[in-house]
């Protein structure tokens, strides 16, 4: 499996500019999240879905940020108009819940992609 | 809510042993990991502890976990130049949502 992909890795744009983040998840997974990284903030968890609908998206800063998982092998991250203060690196995650070892209980295992570095100029 | 700690860097000499600690809140939970972020690259699983065992070795890797402290720790002998990286805790309770917790990560940097 080729893992996670993510593009772009790089995206350079200016402020005002619509941003589109890609991700297909690996094959299977059921759940899919996007987090993004900083240095001030760390690694926060923008959105959730299970199998392909949005259960969390609490951790979505504002209206401008938006994401779809239209089917199980594709989700976005739109930012519009984007800003400055989101320059970061987006990273998009996907794992499949699985009965665990220790009998019954839930074991999740996030596969990260590589990431998308955005600056926003 | 829940809260994972950890301090942000360590820095070790090659050939010495490194200690990651963390703290975490969340008395109900169940896995505790350990994510290996390389530069450049996306966090990747390094190691896990389910939450009734005290300690799980794996060649140079040893998780200890005290539940009633609610620390963990990740220990890695002989570390070497390739073990610079960022560290990251993470908990996550069977009860809540399928959604681990992570904390800020700890920049291990590992020097001649």
């Known amino acids: 499996d080729a893992g996670v992909i993510q593009s772009p890795r790089h995206e350079v744009t200016e402020m005002g500019q619509e941003v589109t983040l890609r991700c297909k998840p690996i094959?299977?997974?059921?759940?899919l999240f996007w987090y993004r990284q900083t240095m001030m903030r760390g690694l926060e968890l923008l959105i959730y879905?299970?199998?392909?609908?949005?259960?969390?998206d609490s951790g979505m800063p504002e209206d401008r940020f938006s994401a779809k998982m239209p089917n199980a092998s594709f989700s976005t991250l739109k930012i519009q108009p984007s800003e400055p203060r989101d320059s970061a690196v987006y990273f998009c995650?996907?794992?499949?819940?699985?009965?665990?070892?220790?009998?019954?209980?839930?074991?999740?295992?996030?596969?990260f992609g590589p990431g998308t570095r955005l600056t926003v100029l | 809510g829940e809260d994972v700690e950890q301090s942000l860097f360590l820095s070790v000499r090659e050939g010495d042993s490194s200690v990651i600690n963390c703290t975490y809140t969340?008395?109900?939970?169940?896995?505790l990991y350990w994510y290996k972020q390389e530069p450049g690259a996306g966090l990747q699983l390094l190691t896990y502890?389910?939450?009734?065992?005290d300690m799980k070795q794996d060649q140079r890797l040893t998780v200890l976990l005290n539940k009633k402290d609610k620390h963990l720790s990740l220990r890695i002998a002989d570390t070497q130049t390739g073990d610079s990286a960022i560290y990251f805790c993470?908990?996550?309770?069977?009860?809540?949502?399928?959604?681990?917790?992570f904390g800020r990560g700890t920049s291990l940097i590992v020097h001649p």
């Open positions: 995650a996907s794992s499949s819940v699985e009965v665990g070892l220790a009998g019954g209980h839930p074991y999740n295992e996030q596969f």
């Open positions: 094959s299977g997974h059921n759940s």
């Open positions: 879905f299970n199998n392909n609908v949005p259960i969390d």
């Open positions: 969340d008395s109900s939970s169940t896995y």
């Open positions: 502890i389910f939450s009734n065992m």
């Open positions: 993470a908990e996550f309770s069977s009860g809540g949502s399928y959604i681990p917790t």
